[in-house]
């Protein structure tokens, strides 16, 4: 990329870069999802080989995080654990009543649902509190193990130690109800 058009670049993105932050964010549900579509439309602008015949550089921008936006939710919407979470008064996560997202109604799965949620939280509870801290940053917020044992201070092995540790206990105690589905 030429001096001249690099310097051009970087003045759109400073002058430009905190409103159309705002656009995206303001139309996401995830803080992540919206940094990527921001991203993406930083990278298209600086793939732009006839950035000087653009006639209003605003409008492109925003047309083309439109545009990203739109593609993000046209594609195959994962579910995630943590849309189905909520903190208790007593700073506590709790899991609402889902199992597999399965809408029948039917009693036997009701119950099973219950028991299964009961044991998990129960589970959850039993591990020491770092490690549980790891698993539900990790497997119910959407927090890599990079991420957590940046903010913690913490070196990386030890964050994924405590991860193993928490999802062998997890499992441990809900084997039973894992062999009760087959």
Known sequence: MPRKRKHVTSEIIKEFSSQLSGF??????????????????????SRLTNLDELENISAWLYRVARNKITDLYRKKSDVLLEDYTYETEEDEVEIRDILLLDTTNDPELTLFKQIFWD???????????????????NEIEGVTLQEIATTQQENIKTIISRKTYAVKH????????????N
């Open 119 to 137: 044991a998990l939280l129960k589970a959850l509870n039993e591990l020491p509190e770092k490690q549980r801290q790891v698993f539900i940053l």
């Open 170 to 181: 997890l499992r441990k105690r809900l084997l039973n109800l894992y062999n009760d589905l």
């Open 24 to 45: 995206v964010i303001g139309r996401v549900n995830r803080h992540e999802d919206a940094q990527d579509v921001i991203q993406d439309v930083w990278y298209q602008l």
